[in-house]
Nanobody
C-alpha cells in the first residue's frame, strides 16, 4: 500500500510564495515520476510540472520561471516552490507519483499511479 500526503497549502497574497510538500510512504521499491497537478473550480485538472527519476523536469508554460520542483529521494518527498503567485494560480494542488511496488507473493515489481488528497492554494488580497 502506498500513500501520498501533501502539505503546505494556504492563503497568500499576490506576489507571495508558498512551498508544497508531497511525501510518499508504504511499500515503495522505486519512484519513477513525481508530479504536481492543479484543479481550479469549474476547470479540468491540469499538469503543473513533472519530474522523472533521472532529474529531468517539464513545466507547464504558465508556471515556468515561477515554480520549481525538487525531490529528496532519500525521503521519497517532492517539493513545489511557488513564487510570484497570481490569483489565477488559485486551485487545489494534487501530488501524483508513478511508483514501483512489489507484487505480493512474487519477486516481481509493477508500476502504479498514486494521488494525494490535494491541498488548497488561494492567492488573494
Amino acid at each position: 500500500q502506498v500513500q501520498l500526503v501533501e502539505s503546505g497549502g494556504g492563503l497568500v497574497q499576490p506576489g507571495g510564495s508558498l512551498t508544497l510538500s508531497c511525501a510518499a510512504s508504504g511499500s515503495i521499491f522505486s519512484i519513477n515520476t513525481m508530479a504536481w497537478y492543479r484543479q481550479a473550480p469549474g476547470k479540468q485538472r491540469e499538469l503543473v510540472v513533472i519530474t522523472t527519476s533521472d532529474g529531468s523536469t517539464n513545466y507547464a508554460d504558465y508556471v515556468k520561471g515561477r515554480f520549481t520542483i525538487s525531490r529528496d529521494n532519500a525521503k521519497n518527498t517532492a517539493y513545489l516552490q511557488m513564487n510570484s503567485l497570481k490569483p489565477e494560480d488559485t486551485a487545489v494542488y494534487y501530488c501524483n507519483a508513478n511508483i514501483q511496488t512489489l507484487v505480493p507473493g512474487t519477486s516481481l515489481y509493477r508500476p502504479g499511479d498514486y494521488w494525494g488528497q490535494g491541498t488548497q492554494v488561494t492567492v488573494s488580497s
